[in-house]
């Protein structure tokens, strides 16, 4: 039986007769870069793809789309465009995809990295030795980083075909990287067949990232017209084909380049031009099953072999295949009609199926025996991971023994972290099976692999097998864990079925833990963190857990158990609860790193929250592994926030976005626009905090009960930096009127002190004392919380017209020792305060000193929103004596802003690169600008200045 045939969307890896993986991908990248000598036409495109090559000759990175049926030439334009370049002007990053390798985790980033020297991909690691764990934007953040290297020499091309067959890791990687690519000689040539989910890779919109993309461009090719046909039909013939004839192949072909060079291969030139029919039926299939009818046995069979290995593979490797004593002579007839292509001066002298429809047409022809034959050959031949669609092939009745064999090789490729591979395994073992319940369960196997990697376009085409299986808990985890992310009714009762069911089965532990887990994340998502706190409880105390399953569920544990009950009980027990779920790597480690971190921010520990999200995130790069990298970072920002390195805060809150946006996880995005949007609004960047308040919103439709908190957040900081006190009230009623368990206890440390704030600024004192009541409550524990409980007791005791008290309660708030958690805007918010109550007193001299304390802490962070009120405040006043001179970084662009304040942390343009997750050539563009704006030298100079500005407020 035929792969294809097992329900699998995409059938196993490479094929190349003994080879690594790597060595596959070399040949693969090196023979998809030749030139062709039957194109004609196209000159418009040509010009455009010529015109975005010198835009990116310009430093300014640039791409192209291109997009066609099968076979209308879209691989031949892009071939003849890179064969007219000089090579050592522009190196070249190419990649063929292919359905064979839809599910080799970083198959093409594999591919556009092979002819690297081993030298310079060897700083590199993730590159030199993709891991398939690895979170895509790692991996395109190393890519960014070579593309860097590699920019020297001249624009660097990234040349990636059929994209539409890219296995998903590496199109989100590569869109990582697209997204990334600002100031770089870079131009990106992505080819995609239209007729097949027009513009998708690996599930990503691809007219959607092109759009986003400075300078881009999509090319949309249709059939030839007709001078070019004439130009062809001359070519092949040798010379003119009078008008009439060349008029009657345009109508017969539409133009279309394949089924023309087809019909030109098989038909003499004397029959065409004679006033008869060509020849029928007039489908490019049936014409290529002419042309195959048409040769010679020995190279029938040879063409045969090489289709069978899908290719490129050595033409050695081929012929033994097809028992084929002569090659060479064989191969003869078929370089001839341009069914295949040739590489002789290659080591192994491959040889390739020169078109995949032609290919689809060979295997279509060949009998089911002599298929068998072919495949069962192969598999002796090629290395053990490409030897198994071979083998599948090859057996036309079940095999027990094989789906066994298939299904510990499937159980390898899960341990390794590569799920998509095994759950092809397992589809075909599921089609080999000797009886039914066996073929059901590795049907679902296969699909809660599927399911745990998010690739549900590849379990849809499942759905009506895995709907005909017999019910059980398996089934139900499948069906459930497909509905959920649609939002489907009865996702959750179908998750529940699978979690009780899989208890009841001694084999099933898996199915319930699996079940379980997702349940509680689905109750989390609908504002049940209790009774989710309860089912994870259960998960990880009462049933045994899969390495790579287990700390998914604790981190998930420890979200609703912060929902339920606050973030300090939720740290309080969570190493207690972690010994259930023992980590065996520094990988899985690194997961409950980010998962504390995050409970440790929300618990008001900001330091060791810090800590531990910096050392998961630098943990889960080295070893390439997935860390919920889109909340880490938008964790990671907010500790930067509230700890006033507000530059940071922008960096990596751009970085969540960015991850979110490339490895398509909507449900981060309301979050991560909530957090990117306090900088701004503490800047007085109120359009831009606007806008990102909106992007919140929007993205909160999908998960309203979820994203409420957010939104509200996200609100009420922006109305508090504008000084609206009525408006934060009307933004945290959502968060007062919500249940207590689906947020507002998780994020009590960021919106108890706005609240207070809000109460007192509104005169409403009664509910103000109850709130700060409530927020010294929560201080007790939560050290980030000190200076503000002392600002707003002293506040609400001013405005009941307590002077003395609130004196007292200023003042003890600023002398005490500073601590590691102490928000800086929190004691400019006091000193400012304190002055003013000294001041109104009368008291001038000290409230010079807490004004310039409150100054000077407004201005490190740069809270422009926050200095407007202050300086409102002293209007009446004369200026400072000696007024400070600041560099003016409003003038700087947000990147310019970013890459200077790293070059005043001593970064290397290397280093802040790195950091920023864009090119060392982006990073020199941007520099030259800020030299130019500040009239600097050059980088001391502006180290100095920042380090200067950064220093005036500490």
């Not at 049926?69 to 990053?93: D, M, Q, S, Y």
């Not at 002819?115 to 953040?141: D, K, M, N, Q, Y």
């Not at 339920?564 to 207690?576: F, N, P, V």
């Not at 919103?697 to 900081?717: D, F, I, N």
């Amino acid at each position: 039986m035929t792969p294809q045939a097992t329900g699998a969307s995409d059938p196993s890896g490479p094929q190349d007769a003994g080879r690594s993986a790597a060595a596959r991908r070399e040949q693969r990248a090196v023979v998809s870069s030749n030139g062709d000598t039957t194109f004609v036409g196209r000159a418009a495109e040509l010009e455009r793809m010529n015109r975005c090559l010198r835009q990116a000759w310009s430093g300014k990175a640039s791409s192209v789309l291109v997009q066609g049926p099968a076979g209308i030439g879209k691989t031949a334009l892009v071939r003849h465009w890179l064969a007219r370049l000089t090579p050592e002007n522009h190196p070249v990053l190419r990649a063929a995809c292919d359905t064979a390798e839809e599910d080799l985790a970083y198959g093409v980033i594999g591919q556009l990295t092979s002819r690297v020297p081993s030298v310079l991909l060897g700083r590199f690691p993730l590159l030199a030795g993709t891991t398939p764990s690895a979170e895509p934007f790692h991996v395109g953040a190393e890519l960014l980083g070579l593309i860097g290297e590699l920019q020297n020499g001249g624009p660097v091309l990234i040349v990636v075909d059929d994209v539409q067959w890219a296995d998903r890791p590496s199109a989100q990687a590569l869109g990582f990287v697209l997204r990334r690519l600002e100031a770089d000689a870079v131009l990106t040539v992505l080819i995609a067949r239209s007729s097949t989910e027009p513009g998708r890779a690996g599930g990503l919109d691809l007219p959607h990232l092109i759009a986003g993309m400075p300078h881009g461009c999509e090319l949309t090719l249709t059939g030839l017209d007709t001078p070019d046909v004439a130009e062809l039909a001359a070519r092949v013939y040798g010379r003119a084909v009078g008008s009439a004839t060349v008029e009657r192949l345009r109508e017969h072909t539409d133009g279309h380049a394949l089924y023309l060079q087809t019909l030109l291969a098989e038909v003499p030139l004397e029959r065409v031009s004679q006033q008869t029919s060509l020849p029928v039926p007039t489908s490019l299939a049936q014409a290529l099953r002419r042309q195959l009818d048409a040769l010679p046995g020995p190279a029938r069979a040879l063409v045969e072999g090489i289709a069978v290995l899908s290719g490129p593979a050595p033409l050695a490797t081929a012929a033994q295949v097809a028992s084929v004593p002569e090659p060479e002579s064989a191969l003869e007839p078929l370089l001839a009609n341009g069914m295949v292509r040739w590489w002789p001066s290659h080591p192994t002298t491959p040889v390739a199926i020169d078109h995949a429809l032609q290919r689809d047409a060979i295997l279509d022809a060949i009998a089911p025996r002599r298929l068998r034959e072919l495949h069962a050959a192969a598999a002796g031949l090629v290395d053990r991971p490409a030897s198994w669609s071979h083998r599948v092939a090859a057996t036309h009745r079940s095999d027990a023994r094989l789906a066994r064999e298939l299904e510990q090789a499937a159980a390898d490729s899960h341990t390794g972290g590569e799920d998509d591979r095994a759950a092809t395994l397992l589809l075909w073992a599921s089609e080999v099976a000797a009886t039914r319940a066996e073929r059901d369960r590795l049907l679902l196997v296969a699909a809660a692999h599927l399911l745990w990697a998010q690739q549900y376009t590849r379990v849809e085409p499942l759905l009506s097998r895995i709907e005909a299986a017999e019910a059980g808990p398996l089934r139900s985890l499948v069906l459930g864990g497909y509905a959920t992310p649609r939002r489907e009714p009865g996702a959750a009762v179908l998750l529940d079925e699978a979690f009780h069911g899989g208890r009841a089965e001694p084999d099933a532990a898996f199915v319930s833990a699996m079940a379980g887990t997702w349940l509680g994340i689905n109750h989390i998502m609908e504002g049940r963190g209790a009774q989710a706190e309860l089912l994870l409880r259960q998960v990880l105390t009462t049933l045994p857990l899969e390495p790579q399953l287990a700390p998914w569920a604790l981190g998930s544990w420890g979200l609703a158990r912060s929902y339920a009950s606050g973030a300090r009980a939720a740290l309080a027990e969570y190493d207690t609860i972690a010994r259930t779920a023992p980590t065996h790597t520094t990988g899985e480690r690194a997961i409950q790193r980010a998962y504390r971190g995050m409970l440790h921010m929300w618990a008001g520990d900001l330091a060791d929250a810090q800590h531990e999200l910096t050392s998961a995130l630098e943990t889960a790069r080295a070893e390439g592994r997935a860390v919920t990298a889109e909340f880490t970072y938008a964790n990671l920002a907010a500790s930067h926030y509230f700890l006033g390195d507000w530059d940071a805060a922008v960096i990596n809150a751009d970085l969540a976005l960015a991850i979110a946006d490339a490895e398509e996880k909507p449900w981060a995005f309301s979050y991560a626009y909530c957090v990117a949007s306090w900088v701004p609004a503490g800047r007085g960047e109120q359009q831009r905090a606007r806008r990102l308040v909106q992007r919140s919103q929007q993205w909160t439709r999908a998960l309203p009960v979820y994203g409420a908190a957010h939104v509200a957040l996200a609100e009420a900081v922006l109305a508090q930096a504008q000084g609206d006190h009525c408006a934060v009230l009307t933004a945290l009623r959502a968060v007062l009127d919500a249940r207590p368990d689906s947020g507002p206890l998780a994020f009590q440390t960021w919106w108890r002190p706005l609240y207070v704030e809000a109460l007192i600024g509104t005169g409403d004192l009664d509910a103000a004392g109850a709130a700060l009541a409530d927020l010294v409550a929560l201080s007790n524990e939560a050290p980030s919380l000190r200076l503000s409980v002392a600002w707003l007791s002293g506040l609400l005791a001013q405005e009941r017209g307590d002077a003395l008290r609130a004196r007292d309660l200023f003042t003890e708030g600023l002398d005490r020792p500073a601590g590691v958690d102490d928000p800086p805007l929190h004691r400019a918010l006091l000193a400012h305060s304190h002055g003013r109550l000294l001041r109104d007193a009368g008291e001038h001299r000290p409230a010079e000193a807490s004004f310039t304390e409150a100054r000077e802490l407004f201005s490190a962070l740069g809270a422009e929103a926050f200095l407007t009120r202050f300086r409102n405040d002293l209007a009446h006043r004369s200026p400072s004596p000696h007024p400070a001179s600041r560099l003016p970084l409003t003038e700087l662009t947000d990147r310019e802003r970013d890459i200077s304040q790293l070059i005043g942390r001593g970064l290397t343009n290397r280093e802040i690169a790195a950091r920023l997750f864009v090119s060392s050539k982006t990073v020199e563009y941007h520099l030259s600008h800020i030299y130019q704006k500040f009239s600097l030298a050059g980088r001391r100079e502006l180290r100095n200045l920042i380090q200067q500005h950064n220093s005036f407020g500490t």
